[in-house]
């Protein structure tokens, strides 16, 4: 258990919805990333928060979004779904916000778009 | 433009035997490298990281070997073991352009299986 929650672990739902994943860093650690792993690709980073502040944005759709809170749990919205959407979405957190720092991930949420 | 790339989508050792697994990269800017393992239906966790500065970091059963001239790294597993049977990705780090933050590049992964 990498200490790092999310949910759901499965969501089902159709194109043209909007859905938000939920995770919640380990204790202690300032920093959330998300990740999109689709079928036959490695993890795509999509963005980073660091202590409520985005830090880093990678391959992100103009469709996703995300805030990390005051309590440094993170929420990613995807709206106007697609079916290329369906994905495994990680949420991963480590202390800092760089540095060749471990990241823990969570045990990721499993979208499908139907 | 795939700056960390895994070529052998898998890898099928015998226990007790040694598992090699590759990894290149592009961006000689990218100054830790990292080994991540990944289950079915978990989340990848962390298995071992080397700087850029050295050339072999050892945890275990587990080495990896950088290559900077060759942009390439490598993990040994010996003895192999059925457990290790898992999806390997290779990651490296750098900083952004801007230089305040770090970014994870991940390969596509390989999956290693033990036989018994």
């Known amino acids: 258990d990498s200490g790092v929650t999310q949910t759901p672990k499965h969501l089902i739902t159709a194109t043209g919805q909007r859905v938000t994943l939920r995770c919640s860093p380990r204790?202690?650690?300032?920093?959330v990333y998300w990740y999109q792993q689709s079928l036959d690709q490695g993890l795509q980073f999509l963005i980073q928060?660091?202590?409520?502040?985005?830090?880093a944005k990678g391959n992100i759709l103009e469709r996703f979004s995300a805030q990390q809170f005051p309590d440094l749990h993170s929420e990613l919205n995807l709206s106007s779904l697609e079916l290329g959407d369906s994905a495994l979405y990680f949420c991963?957190?480590?202390?800092?916000?760089?540095?060749?720092?471990?990241?823990?991930f969570g045990p990721g949420t499993r979208l499908t778009v139907l | 433009d795939q700056q960390v790339k895994q070529n052998s989508p898998s890898l099928s050792v015998q226990e007790g035997r040694i598992s090699i697994l590759n990894c290149d990269y592009t961006?000689?800017?990218?100054?830790?490298f990292l080994w991540y393992k990944k289950y079915p239906a978990e989340g990848p966790t962390f298995l071992i990281s080397?700087?850029?500065?050295?050339d072999k970091n050892e945890d275990g059963r587990f080495t990896v070997f950088l290559n900077k001239s060759a942009k390439h790294l490598s993990l040994h597993i010996v003895p192999s073991q059925p457990g290790d049977s898992a999806v390997y990705f290779c990651?490296?780090?750098?900083?952004?352009?801007?230089?305040?933050?770090?970014?994870?590049?991940f390969g596509k992964g390989t999956l290693l299986t033990v036989n018994p």
């Open positions: 961006n000689s800017m990218f100054d830790y």
């Open positions: 204790s202690g650690d300032l920093s």
């Open positions: 991963a957190s480590s202390v800092f916000a760089g540095g060749g720092n471990e990241q823990f």
């Open positions: 990651a490296a780090s750098a900083w952004n352009s801007g230089g305040s933050n770090y970014k994870l590049t």
């Open positions: 080397i700087s850029s500065i050295k």
């Open positions: 928060y660091y202590n409520g502040e985005e830090r």
